[in-house]
């Protein structure tokens, strides 16, 4: 079985992907995708216009929950989901709501003004209350296993850790259920591998291209500290 990533180089669902085949051990094709100004032959292999895309042979697949469903039931003896049944759908239904959540800090980080800024950065805590009821004080989210969940989760804490770094801002300050488990699943050698070496300059860029106002505010104080 031939297998093609195709991806971008910050995506988070590609990163999801990305972790998983590192998890198991999957080799694949990678190619780069140039999201910012795509190439018609891409446009008529992707659907949706998205990345990941998954070549496997000459079938395409879409949508980065299934592509990952798929080469996880590559090695079904070593599945990263739940064996009980109605456990592996009420993850399922998480990974899913994750997904929102990946979006809502995406436009969080995006804002153009403080305002809207802030309004956002309330949507994302709201969804973050809701997810802390929902986690354990337990190593990760079934438990002692590493599991899908968590390497779902994993773009998304690797971003709320980049934050604090480069903007001062720690999204998850008053969720300590969820700090830990993120402080968890970011010290998993899969997790690391996940990411380009660059993550931080790359965020950098596609924030500054959007004109997102933590880029503006963060270049304006870097001029300021600069000038004293
Ligand atoms: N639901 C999709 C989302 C994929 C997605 O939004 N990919 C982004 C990059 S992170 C993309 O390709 N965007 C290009 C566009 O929307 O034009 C999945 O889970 O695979």
Redesign the pocket.
Known sequence: MHLVLYG?RI????EKVNILLDEKNIHVERVYVD?RN?PDWFLKISP?????ILRVDDVLL????V?NDFLDSLSAATSLYPTNTIQKHLNKSWIEWG?TLILATYDMTLAKDKESFLAKRLLVEQKLSILQEQVKNSPFFNGEHFSMIDLTYAPLFKRFDRLIYLYSIDLLANYPTLKQWSKNVLQRPSVHAGFIDNFDEELKILLDLKGSYLEEQNKTTQKFDRSI
């Open positions: 971008f995506c988070p669902f590609v999201i795509k949706l216009g998205k990345v990941p879409f949508e980065s929950t592509i997904s």
